[in-house]
């Protein structure tokens, strides 16, 4: 049994964004321009409050306030509202189970939110598989054992749209036909390590989860290179909706990554210009014309203790020695399945 690390959400839309948002769209973010829609917060506790109460109007509010600064051409915003409420209605009704059975109620409610969380920037048709609305269900939705069925329809309505398209556009023509039967499995393996792992993204908001997938997908492939939490989510993720510091606090109280020690990966990430800064701000005398690799040798043994310090308060994390190998099998995993996420999106959703 999995319990959230937040609160429940604050039953207004404004109240939820709580002021972070931009000075003319309070749910956008501020670091981002307006016309681009990044929400500036996690919005999927709301979203999930919201949908299990079966609300369209709240969803159609939240559609309307991400894209008011950039709703399109030519409709008054009485239109825009009336279709993003058409919108949200179709996603609250649509039935999820005609291609993902076995769920549980938690599996569709999430599924539900994600549609929403990507409608403010997708259609839901054969082009959505040209970007990385796949690599983000994949991450949101990894925890839950989903079934694909009738995946023939599936196909076969994926291969007549790329062979269509490619008539006419030579980018679609690159694109080899799927065979029968060929869409990977969604739910993940049944293995301990994996199992464990999954359990604790499960407590995760679903912005901070796809934050959570990012990270471990990076530190999995590549151990020797530390890195912040900030540093390790993708832009993809935080379109849809992220508070960095507040998700990377949330992680860290999971278990998953811990504080790095690793002091030669991180040095590794400096630039030579970097470790030259640093060991002239440290009192320690370099020459320009050293490299790279003598400069982090003489930072590290001059400077080792400071270097702790930085890489401590820098935020650098490591994954948790106990997850390691739940952490290679949730990469395998996530790898595996945006195939079928993809085709799913385009032809499997019924809100399109």
């Known amino acids: 049994m999995t319990t959230s690390l937040l609160p429940m959400p604050e039953p207004d839309l404004l109240a939820f964004a709580a002021g972070q948002g931009h000075p003319d769209y309070p749910c956008l973010s501020r670091t981002h321009a307006p016309a681009s829609c990044v929400p500036c917060a996690d919005f999927s506790p709301w979203l999930q409050d919201r949908s299990a109460r079966q609300d369209v109007e709240a969803l159609s509010e939240y559609l309307y306030r991400v894209r008011e ?3 399109g051409l030519g409709e008054s915003a009485e239109r825009l509202r009336a279709q993003y409420g058409q919108l949200a209605h179709r996603i609250l009704t649509t039935p999820l189970d005609r291609y993902l059975q076995d769920g549980n109620e938690a599996a569709y409610l999430d599924l539900r939110v994600v549609l929403v969380m990507l409608a403010v920037h997708e259609g839901f048709s054969g082009f959505i598989m040209t970007g990385e609305a796949a690599d983000f269900v994949a991450s949101v939705m990894a925890p839950h054992a989903l079934a694909v ?7 076969e309505a994926r291969n007549e749209f790329v062979q269509e398209m ?6 679609w023509a690159a694109w080899p036909l799927l065979e029968a039967d060929s869409l990977p499995m969604v739910a993940p393996p049944e293995k301990p390590a994996l199992r464990r792992l999954l359990e604790l993204l499960l407590t995760l908001p679903l912005g901070a989860r796809a934050h959570a997938v990012d990270a471990i997908r990076h530190l999995s492939a590549h151990p020797h290179v530390p890195k912040t939490l900030a540093s390790l989510s993708r832009y993809d993720t935080r379109k849809r909706g992220l508070d960095v510091t507040v998700s990377s606090r949330l992680i860290l109280a999971t278990g998953i990554v811990v504080p790095a020690t690793d002091l030669d990966g991180w040095v590794g990430t400096w630039t030579r210009r970097d470790l030259l800064g640093f060991l002239t701000q440290s009192g320690v005398g370099a020459r320009n014309s050293w490299g790279k690799e003598r400069l982090a040798e003489v930072a590290k043994t001059e400077c080792a203790e400071l270097l702790q310090l930085r890489m401590h308060h820098a935020g650098v994390v ?3 020695a106990e997850h390691v190998e739940g952490a290679h099998l949730l990469r395998e995993h996530v790898e595996a399945t945006r195939e079928c996420w993809r085709v799913w999106l385009a032809f499997g959703t019924g809100v399109g």
Request: charged share 30%; net charge negative; hydrophobic share 40%.
């Open 318 to 320: 490591e994954l948790a």
């Open 69 to 71: 600064a950039n709703p």
């Open 166 to 171: 490619a008539k006419e556009m030579s980018y």
């Open 149 to 155: 069925c009738k995946e023939a329809e599936l196909i």
